[in-house]
């Protein structure tokens, strides 16, 4: 039986979000925080302009649910991970270590999970794996944690463990199970085994140091928490230490600009990519799909659509991610030349060096998909129409309105749409692959050990089902007076917090 924390394939299932996803908000929340941002600066003035808090404080929405199976709002999906204790945790490479579990055992299709012994809920209740059970399954129905557990056949428990049965193979499945752990029955105001527990007293909330939490104590009894859900009101207040932490995903495609406070950026699972049209998408015209993917410049498409804050994709799977550590990827940079060799090689011709690749009279023509709304996914495709044009195709930008971007895609009228997939921590690309039979297999080969990493790689590379551009980072934005931030990443944004430190800006 293999211990799940050996080194195996890959995976990743998906949350899909062609269109992006953003911060929801009401007429209240923004009303509320315009007043919240006005407090700051009255406050900020009487101190002479800098305040300098004795306690960390962190943003919230106070009209959404901290229930992390029916919030809405990233910001208190991000403080379920203070409230609630999880099977496992992961690194900033999507690594799990130990929480709630003692031992997983994964092999084949079966996984099979042992909890700590004597771990309490905030109430002082024992977590038992019935409440573990009912936390899945309302993971599963959830919006935030259902793509993930797409390949779960049942979940239940046996001799006092939970087990977990596979539809098929996935090596890297363990990674999905840093699901939030409520206990049972408690839906309506959850009650979790996590590092702080929520208080409200009138309109002043905080979370205050678990007692029962099994993980030691807390080197910050006390944390405040702010209602401010809009974003400049949240950066104006980072700026003057009224807030203390702030994690940011920029899904509206944005890039922050200059911060008084210190940042971090942090790699999300979150894909650009290139879809491919079922009428490319074909052995034979697999030279121009593998042609199409050389003469993209990831690198520059990263740097100059979203700044810094993405990296060039040079494997299918984000950058760092555990299970290609060892894997050698393919260039960031175009190479134009041996793009031309293929499509040399499949018959299209140039008559003058500045003429358009023909074939039989025909010109080789791509039209490439993109909604309008998201400003760096649209600089995405005019630089990928500018680099094929360069090449020799007759390369064009359809921008549409998303509903109409939807509709298009929906009817087949594209040869490349860009769109962005937030994949699950196991890596899985089957939402990707789920037009193309053949790329199916391949992955299914890949998870179930009959192939290695490398060799899937390979395979994707010489003959891709999409074309993988870059992944998104986030960013982390703390208040300079904050010592021991380390090790935080998107799955684990307050990594460390028992041993946080406040001192003096």
């Known amino acids: 039986m293999n211990r799940w924390i050996t080194k195996a394939a890959l995976v990743l299932a998906v949350c899909v979000s062609i269109s992006g996803c953003s911060m929801l908000e009401d007429d209240t929340s923004s009303a509320a925080s315009s007043q919240a941002s006005s407090a700051v600066s009255s406050q900020a003035e009487d101190q002479g302009g800098v305040v300098k808090p004795s306690v960390l404080k962190i943003s919230y929405d106070s009209g959404d649910s901290l229930n992390p199976y029916t919030a809405q709002n990233r910001l208190n999906l991000d403080l379920s991970t203070l409230l609630y204790s999880s099977l496992v945790r992961l690194d900033a490479s999507l690594s799990p270590s130990y929480d709630l579990a003692s031992d997983i055992q994964l092999e084949g299709t079966q996984c099979q999970v042992t909890l700590r012994e004597g771990a309490l809920f905030s109430d002082g209740s024992a977590v038992t794996a019935e409440d573990v059970v009912s936390s899945m399954q309302l993971a599963m129905g959830s919006t935030a944690y259902s793509g993930r557990f797409q390949n779960v056949d049942s979940v239940g428990i046996q001799d006092g463990k939970m087990v977990i049965h596979l539809k098929s193979a996935d090596p890297y499945f363990v990674s999905t199970l840093d699901f939030p752990i409520i206990k049972q029955g408690t839906d309506e105001s959850p009650v979790g085994s996590g590092k702080y527990v929520y208080e409200k007293d009138g309109v002043t909330a905080k979370l205050t140091a678990n007692p029962y939490y099994y993980g030691g104590e807390m080197s910050m009894q006390t944390i405040e928490l702010v209602h ?54 074909t052995t034979e015209t697999s030279a ?33 991610w555990t299970g290609i550590n060892e894997v050698e990827g393919w260039s960031g940079t175009a190479d134009s030349k041996t793009a031309q060799e293929l499509l040399g090689e499949e018959g299209y011709q140039r008559t003058e060096a500045t003429a358009p690749l023909t074939k039989d009279g025909k010109t080789l023509t791509v039209e490439i998909l993109v909604n309008e709304e998201n400003t760096a996914r649209v600089q995405i495709a005019q630089l ?35 769109g962005e997939m937030k994949l699950s921590p196991n890596m899985d690309l089957s939402n990707l692959l789920s037009d193309n039979a053949q790329a199916q297999e391949q992955f299914a080969t890949m998870r179930s050990g009959g192939m290695t990493m490398q060799q899937y790689v390979d395979g994707f590379e010489e003959n891709p089902p999409f074309i993988p551009i870059c992944y998104r980072k986030g960013m982390m934005a703390y208040s300079r007076n904050i010592g021991g931030v380390e090790g935080s990443s ?12 406040l001192g003096n800006s």
């Open 228 to 281: 401010m859900a809009d974003q400049e009101a949240i950066q104006h207040a980072l700026e003057i230490n009224m807030l203390s932490f702030y994690v940011t995903d920029l899904s509206d495609g944005s890039t922050p600009g200059r911060f008084a406070a210190a940042t971090k950026q942090i790699q999300l699972p979150n894909l650009v990519y290139a879809a491919i049209s079922p009428k490319l998408d």
């Open 288 to 320: 121009i799909k593998r042609a199409i993917s050389l003469a993209v410049d990831r690198e520059q498409l990263a740097l100059q659509a979203y700044s810094s804050y993405a990296s060039a994709a040079t494997t299918p799977f984000m950058p760092g």
């Open 384 to 418: 990928m129409a500018q680099s094929l044009n360069d090449l020799g195709m007759s390369a064009s930008v359809n921008s549409l309105p998303f509903d109409q971007y939807q509709t298009a895609i929906e009817r087949g009228k594209y040869d490349l749409y860009i």
């Open 490 to 501: 998107y799955a684990d944004p307050f990594h460390g917090i028992e041993s946080w430190t």
